[in-house]
């Protein structure tokens, strides 16, 4: 599939976002951390400026931007649409949780609700984007049990990391943030390098056999109907180097999740600023490592309209 | 409403032949001839005469060969719209821009809803729909729903552009969910088979495998002849002659 950009900074940031959003409303509507002004105000902003980032930039995909609000209407049928119900019902709890945690200095009662609405509208709304991708056939290495944990862990693990920065920054940190930070980039590691054993392994039973309904033997394309390149093929028929995706996939272990979880260990014994310093660097590497893995979520995923021109 | 009908009255559908389709395009440009004046109007091409042409078609067809223990053989293969009885192509749809209608199952898009978010074509597993850049919208076969009801055509002519152009007569057009129709029976009858049916599309269109092969022809690729007996008289004389 294309990777286009719009989508792979739409996914990556707005995960980061709601991760944040989740984090930041379960720990400060709880009173887990203190109602500081300056990092509420820093932390909010930045959670919710991914998300309008991210959200801003998927209606870049779109060929007639203006009439997004259409994309409302079909969440009885349509993941995308319940994706967008559910992106912004989320700013209501958010906007709220905002106003008394950070303007009003409070948690608890109220506020506390309305923390944990709105980390329970983020965990909808990266479920919601995970089954958009998990919900199409055609494309085996999406449509896999693997997709929605995916977005879910990845979105906590960058959440967490950029919350963890974010305390260390405000000398507001602590242990267990921080192991929480660690072992969330682990289990994100792990997922994807699972990810990858059972997508090189995958046996997809659709072939250019049963795409063609031509039985036994083999199918080889020997003419396409074209000469020039269409929208199928522009869309759907990008193809990766083999070289080339194992060393993106190097990056991205080193970027978003080696690097990260050195930097977050070292942290547990550093003074402050030092720790902050690693804590930050730790999150800005892991998103940068995050749009890579993105990249090549989409630059890897093989769609079933490529067995008609010949490709695997 | 992207929401799937229970049940439509009517599965309005084509049935290709493989054995006949001669490859001419004949269907591929009277599609586009009709469909760029059509319901779904313009099929944009871009840059039509330059170095890099691109456009919107709604049927293409694909040439390939069909190798097996038998031998090989050339196959053309018209692919478009199969209007799918679960078309993920519409469920997956937003905006409620693409819908399949209850009264003959022929899916289509409302260009005036789409946003072009192209979801719907990551959705479909045959290609079926192809994006209009130049207007920002997706694009797809109608089953030529301004001609089959078009009651200023004649009646003869209230089939599909590609069906009525057909010159092998290699497409058909009917009612698939009616099993006493021709072409039901066409179907029945020749073995029409589903694309893809693993993934659960349970697409209307059928196609017709190429028919078996004959024995009856000469085999042209077998051992040499066995000497036969020598021939008497004068044209074994002259057979003599010559083999000295």
Redesign the interface.
């Known amino acids: 599939m294309h990777p286009a950009f719009s989508v792979v900074f739409f996914t990556t940031a707005t995960g980061a976002g709601y991760g944040l959003l989740a984090l930041l409303g379960l720990l400060g509507g709880l009173g887990f951390i203190p109602a500081d002004f300056w990092l509420g105000l820093v932390g909010m902003a930045l959670a919710l400026g991914l998300i309008v980032a991210g959200l801003l930039s998927s209606t870049g995909h779109l060929g007639r931007p203006e009439r997004a609000w259409r994309a409302f209407s079909q969440w009885r049928s349509s993941w995308l649409s319940r994706e967008g119900v559910a992106s912004v019902a989320t700013f209501i709890p958010a906007t709220l949780f905002g106003i008394g945690w950070v303007v009003l200095d409070r948690s608890g009662g109220w506020v506390a609700a309305a923390g944990l609405v709105a980390a329970a509208g983020a965990m909808v709304t990266v479920c919601t984007t995970g089954m958009i991708y998990a919900s199409l056939k055609p494309i085996a290495q999406w449509h896999s049990r693997y997709t929605l944990p995916a977005y879910l862990i990845f979105a906590a693990m960058t959440g967490s990391v950029l919350a963890n920065a974010l305390f260390q920054g405000f000398k507001l940190g602590s242990t267990a943030v921080l192991t929480w930070a660690l072992l969330v980039t682990l289990a994100g590691w792990g997922w994807k390098l699972a990810t990858w054993r059972y997508n090189d392994q995958l046996e997809i039973p659709t072939t250019a056999n049963t795409a063609t309904g031509l039985a036994g033997g083999t199918v080889r394309s020997i003419e396409w109907p074209h000469t020039e390149e269409n929208y199928l093929l522009k869309e759907m028929g990008f193809r990766i180097a083999r070289k080339h995706s194992a060393k993106l996939r190097r990056i991205t272990q080193a970027l978003a999740f080696a690097a990260p979880a050195i930097l977050l260990a070292i942290a547990f014994f550093l003074p402050w600023p030092l720790c902050a310093i690693a804590s930050a660097f730790a999150a800005v590497a892991q998103f940068g490592g995050m749009l890579v893995e993105r990249w090549l979520f989409f630059a890897e995923a093989k769609h079933t309209v490529m067995l008609y021109y010949g490709r695997e | ?4 009908p229970a049940r439509t009255e009517k599965k309005l559908g084509l049935v290709i032949d ?1 054995d006949t389709c001669v490859g001419c395009q004949a269907c ?1 440009t009277a599609c586009k001839e009709w469909n760029t004046g059509g319901h779904m109007a313009p099929l944009t091409d871009i840059n039509p005469y330059g170095a ?6 709604f049927n ?10 038998l031998g090989g053989r ?2 053309n ?1 018209p ?1 478009s719209c199969l209007h799918c009885e679960q078309p ?1 192509c ?8 693409s819908y399949k209608r209850a009264a003959d199952g022929i899916v289509l898009v409302d260009e005036d ?7 719907c ?7 079926a729909r ?4 130049d ?4 694009k797809k076969c109608t089953l030529c729903v301004d001609r089959i009801y078009n009651d200023n055509l004649a009646e003869e002519d209230r089939v599909p552009a590609c069906v009525a152009a057909c010159p092998t007569s290699a497409r058909h057009f009917g009612d698939l969910g009616d099993p006493a129709s021709a072409i039901s029976q066409l179907v029945t009858e020749r073995g029409g ?9 349970k697409p209307t269109n059928r ?1 017709l ?2 028919r078996a092969r004959s024995e009856r022809a000469a085999k042209v690729d077998a051992p040499a002849l066995e000497p036969i007996k020598a021939e008497g008289g004068f044209l074994g004389w002259i057979d003599r002659m010559l083999s000295n």
């Not at chain 2, 519409?90 to 821009?97: I, L």
């Not at chain 2, 088979?193 to 599309?201: F, Q, S």
């Open positions: 409403m992207t929401c799937l493989l591929v890099h042409v691109d456009g919107v078609w293409r067809v694909h040439a390939y060969e069909h190798t097996t223990e050339t196959v293969f692919r993920a519409v469920t997956v749809c937003p905006t409620g821009a809803k789409c946003i072009g978010c192209k979801l074509s990551w959705a479909c597993p045959y290609g192809e994006f209009d850049s207007v920002g919208v997706m088979i589903a694309l893809m049916p693993e993934l659960g599309y196609y495998p190429p």
